[in-house]
């Protein structure tokens, strides 16, 4: 106590030592220790108030009108009190650039952008999302023009095969499915209606289409249902598209089988001259085995298989199945007539008056019997020995059909009554008679016979 500036005794007045004591002693100590102190904390923290700063371009972030995020940048880069900031934050060295963190905005237009990507066109995007898809000439078709793609929407279900009975008027055609009991009624103006039930003509529509304009054309053809119409082929390679809002339009059917003409054994043997390649169907197959579709996947693809003879053409002879393609439905038996003559012969299917006119060069077409028991025929000059004119259905389409007569020259015997089996495909059609010959008729009107093998085994 007695190095204390007050006198004993404890009186309440001031030493005059005690104002020197602070002068000279305690007041330089404490402002250096505050002093001191604030070098510490400006050093530690960076605070920008006094001496030891940190230099301002590496504390202030670089800010610019382009950047969305600088605000955000400087403030993460603006310390915090009592917070060590030893090294720059990293946002400082990438604030003058746009930032790479994704954000909620482009992440959508990410998104967007991948899911803008649209098809070339609306027929590509249904056939695309069809279940069934069309083949062949409607395939082609239906790929190649849009507008019918658009109209008709998708198939309701595979072509098939279909007995057709085509009639030409002055104001357009009918085109009667005699198996359905329909009758489609095509105007030349575009529109069309259908009839069910009898073939006979409602008076509207004999009246629209005006009088006829040739005879009955019985025909195979083919038929494909759409959710807004349908497509009809017919043997004279014509495709009708008729639309579900009454409108229909005609098209050529230019497909062309890729099975027609083999296919090179070896990459030597593609180089074909221009007249090898118009000679392809004359041009004897190669030794080797050529390349095709196997016919048991094409036959195990198809829902109605073929039976006895005519699996056995169908499976075994090379690019039946694939060019008939599957079966509209089984084979049907029936009562048939049959001629020969000098080229070719004359066959009837009795159940639809359909006589088969087939040439010996393959050739072959499709008449409907319209004799009458009776009717008188035309004289046709005295035939050579041993040969005949034909009579009944067979004598008038002889006679009144443009080159049957030519093509197939005179009768070379008497009719003979046999059994028949047909059954429709949707390339073509197949053809039994009980003289145990198989034809084969393609839809592009050409054809092959080959002898009937099946063997019944319960026969024996």
């Given at each position: 106590?007695n190095?204390l500036?007050?006198?004993?005794?404890?009186?309440?007045?001031?030493?005059?030592?005690?104002t020197?004591?602070?002068?000279?002693?305690l007041?330089?100590?404490?402002?250096?220790?505050?002093?001191?102190l604030?070098l510490v904390?400006?050093?530690?923290?960076?605070?920008?108030?006094?001496?030891?700063a940190?230099?301002?371009a590496t504390?202030?972030?670089?800010?610019t009108?382009a950047?969305p995020?600088s605000?955000?940048?400087a403030?993460?880069?603006?310390?915090t009190?009592?917070?060590?900031?030893?090294?720059p934050?990293?946002?400082?060295?990438?604030?003058?650039?746009p930032?790479?963190?994704p954000?909620?905005?482009?992440t959508?237009?990410?998104?967007?952008?991948?899911a803008?990507?649209?098809p070339s066109?609306?027929?590509a995007?249904?056939?695309?999302a069809c279940?069934?898809?069309?083949v062949?000439?409607?395939?082609?078709?239906?790929?190649?023009?849009?507008?019918?793609?658009?109209?008709l929407?998708?198939?309701?279900g595979?072509?098939?095969?279909?007995?057709?009975?085509?009639?030409?008027?002055a104001n357009?055609?009918?085109i009667?499915?005699?198996?359905q009991k329909?009758?489609y009624?095509?105007?030349?103006?575009?529109?069309?209606?259908?009839q069910?039930?009898?073939?006979?003509l409602?008076?509207?529509a004999?009246?629209?289409?005006?009088a006829?304009a040739?005879?009955?054309?019985n025909?195979?053809?083919?038929?494909e249902?759409?959710?807004?119409?349908?497509?009809?082929?017919?043997p004279?390679?014509?495709?009708y598209?008729?639309?579900?809002d009454g409108?229909?339009s005609?098209h050529?059917d230019?497909?062309?089988?890729?099975t027609?003409?083999?296919a090179?054994?070896?990459?030597?043997?593609?180089?074909?001259t221009?007249?090898t390649a118009?000679s392809?169907s004359?041009?004897p197959?190669?030794?080797g085995?050529?390349?095709a579709?196997?016919?048991?996947?094409?036959?195990a693809?198809?829902p109605v298989q073929?039976?006895?003879?005519?699996?056995?053409?169908y499976?075994?002879?090379?690019?039946?199945?694939?060019?008939?393609g599957c079966?509209s439905?089984?084979e049907?038996?029936?009562?048939?007539?049959l001629?020969?003559?000098e080229?070719?012969?004359?066959?009837?299917?009795?159940?639809?008056?359909?006589?088969?006119v087939?040439?010996?060069?393959g050739?072959?077409?499709?008449?409907g019997?319209?004799?009458s028991?009776g009717?008188v025929l035309?004289?046709?000059?005295?035939?050579?020995?041993?040969?005949?004119?034909p009579?009944?259905?067979?004598?008038?389409?002889w006679?009144?059909?443009?080159?049957?007569?030519q093509?197939?020259g005179?009768a070379?015997?008497?009719v003979?009554?046999?059994?028949g089996?047909w059954?429709?495909?949707?390339?073509?059609?197949?053809l039994?008679?009980?003289?145990?010959?198989?034809?084969?008729?393609?839809?592009?009107?050409?054809?092959?016979?080959?002898?009937d093998?099946?063997?019944?085994?319960?026969?024996?």
């Open positions: 106590m190095n500036p007050f006198k004993s005794g404890g009186g309440s007045r001031r030493d005059p030592s005690w020197s004591y602070l002068s000279g002693g007041i330089p100590s404490i402002i250096t220790a505050v002093l001191a604030i904390v400006t050093y530690a923290f960076g605070h920008p108030f006094g001496f030891g940190r230099p301002a504390a202030t972030p670089i800010l009108a950047s995020t605000a955000a940048v403030l993460a880069n603006t310390p009190a009592g917070a060590p900031t030893a090294e934050s990293p946002l400082v060295t990438t604030a003058a650039a930032t790479q963190i954000t909620a905005t482009s959508m237009v990410a998104a967007a952008a991948s803008t990507v649209a066109s609306p027929a995007t249904s056939a695309a279940e069934v898809q069309p062949r000439g409607f395939g082609l078709l239906y790929t190649t023009v849009p507008q019918v793609a658009t109209n929407g998708c198939a309701a595979p072509e098939a095969g279909i007995s057709l009975s085509v009639q030409a008027y357009g055609r009918t009667v499915a005699p198996d329909v009758t009624v095509l105007q030349s103006n575009g529109t069309w209606t259908k069910t039930g009898s073939p006979a409602s008076s509207a004999a009246a629209a289409l005006g006829p040739g005879s009955v054309q025909v195979g053809g083919a038929v249902n759409f959710q807004h119409g349908l497509l009809l082929w017919t004279d390679r014509v495709i598209a008729l639309f579900a409108t229909w005609q050529d230019t497909f062309v089988d890729a027609a003409t083999p090179p054994a070896s990459p030597t043997a593609q180089v074909a221009a007249a118009a392809a004359a041009t197959l190669p030794s085995p050529t390349p579709p196997s016919p048991a996947s094409v036959v693809s198809c073929p039976v006895r003879g005519f699996a056995l053409i499976t075994n002879q090379t690019g039946v199945a694939t060019r008939l079966a439905g089984h049907i038996g029936f009562s048939a007539p001629q020969t003559f080229r070719g012969l004359m066959v009837e299917r009795l159940d639809t008056r359909q006589i088969f087939i040439q010996s060069n050739s072959w077409s499709i008449y019997d319209s004799y028991n009717q035309s004289a046709v000059g005295t035939p050579p020995a041993n040969l005949s004119a009579t009944g259905g067979f004598g008038l389409v006679r009144q059909q443009s080159g049957v007569r093509n197939l005179w070379t015997g008497p003979q009554n046999l059994s089996a059954q429709g495909f949707a390339g073509g059609q197949m039994w008679t009980s003289e145990k010959k198989i034809y084969v008729l393609y839809a592009d009107k050409t054809g092959a016979n080959y002898p093998q099946f063997v019944d085994p319960s026969s024996g």
